[in-house]
C-alpha cells in the first residue's frame, strides 16, 4: 500500500503477557518513530530509527520496551511482562529523510490500540 | 509541564459555524509548528506547517497563524462540516538533529447537525 501499515489494529493481552506490534513504513522512508499515545492525550515519542539504526530510545518507558528495524524497513516494538499501564494506542510514523527540514513530514500508521487486562 | 499546551480541551460547533483552536509552546529554539488532524481510530495526518518566519497558513477551509515572539498558533476552521469532527493537535518541532516533534494533548472537536 502507499500509506504506513500497522499490525495488528487491536491487542487484547492479559498483563505479563509479552506482546509485539508491527509496523510497514512506506517504502524507501529513513526515517521511522514509535509514539505511544493514552486515552485522550498527544502522542508521546518512543524511539527513532535512522534506516537499521536506533538513534534515540529516550522514550521508552522501562526495559520493558525494546524495538528493531533490522533491515531498515519493517519495525516492531516489543512489550515483555505488560502491565496495565502499557494500555494506549502505539503510532508508527514514517518520514522520508534523515534530517528534520521544514518539509520532511512524518506520515502515520492507524496505530495498534493496546489493551492490558 | 508540558511544552505544548493546547485549548480548549473540547469544542461543540454546530454546523456552519466557524471556530478557532489555540495553542501555546514553550519549545525553543523552534524550527516549525503542525496542525495535525486525527479521526478517531486513525493516525495524525498534517493540515498545515509553518516554519517561524511564517504567520498564516490556509489550506482550504482551514487556516493556522503564528507568532513566534509570544510561542502563540491559533487553527481557525471557516464554514465547518461534519466531517471535521476530529482531534486537532499542535505539534512543535525544535531544532538539531533529526524530527523530533512534541505534541499537544489535541483539542476534540465535534461538529453537530
Known amino acids: 500500500g502507499a500509506g504506513v501499515s500497522q499490525s495488528p489494529r487491536y491487542k487484547v493481552a492479559k498483563r505479563g503477557q509479552d506482546v509485539a506490534l508491527r509496523c510497514d513504513p512506506i517504502?524507501?522512508?529513513?526515517?521511522l518513530f514509535w509514539y505511544q499515545q493514552a486515552l485522550g492525550q498527544g502522542p508521546e515519542f518512543l524511539t527513532y530509527?535512522?534506516?537499521?539504526?536506533?538513534?534515540?530510545k529516550s522514550g521508552l518507558p522501562s526495559d520493558r520496551f525494546f524495538a528493531e528495524r533490522p533491515e531498515g524497513s519493517v519495525s516492531t516494538l516489543k512489550i515483555q511482562r505488560t502491565q496495565q499501564e502499557d494500555s494506549a494506542v502505539y503510532l508508527c510514523?514514517?518520514?522520508?529523510?534523515?534530517?528534520?527540514?521544514?518539509?520532511?513530514?512524518?506520515?502515520f500508521g492507524p496505530g495498534t490500540r493496546l489493551t492490558v487486562l | 509541564k508540558n511544552q505544548v499546551e493546547q485549548s480548549p480541551q473540547s469544542l461543540i460547533i454546530l454546523e456552519g459555524k466557524n471556530c478557532t483552536l489555540q495553542?501555546?509552546?514553550?519549545?525553543?529554539?523552534?524550527?516549525?509548528l503542525r496542525w495535525y488532524k486525527q479521526d478517531t481510530g486513525r493516525g495524525p495526518v498534517s493540515l498545515t506547517i509553518?516554519?517561524?518566519?511564517?504567520n498564516t497558513k490556509s489550506n482550504g477551509r482551514y487556516t493556522a497563524t503564528l507568532d513566534a515572539d509570544t510561542k502563540q498558533s491559533s487553527l481557525h476552521i471557516t464554514a465547518s462540516q461534519l466531517s471535521d469532527s476530529a482531534s486537532y493537535i499542535c505539534?512543535?518541532?525544535?531544532?538539531?538533529?533529526?524530527?523530533?516533534?512534541?505534541f499537544g494533548a489535541g483539542t476534540r472537536l465535534a461538529v453537530h447537525p
Open positions: 495553542c501555546n509552546y514553550t519549545v525553543s529554539p523552534f524550527s516549525n
Open positions: 517504502s524507501g522512508h529513513v526515517s
Open positions: 510514523a514514517s518520514s522520508l529523510g534523515s534530517k528534520g527540514t521544514s518539509g520532511n513530514e512524518q506520515f
Open positions: 509553518m516554519t517561524f518566519s511564517e
Open positions: 530509527f535512522q534506516n537499521e539504526a536506533q538513534l534515540d
Open positions: 505539534v512543535v518541532r525544535g531544532t538539531g538533529g533529526y524530527n523530533k516533534l512534541i
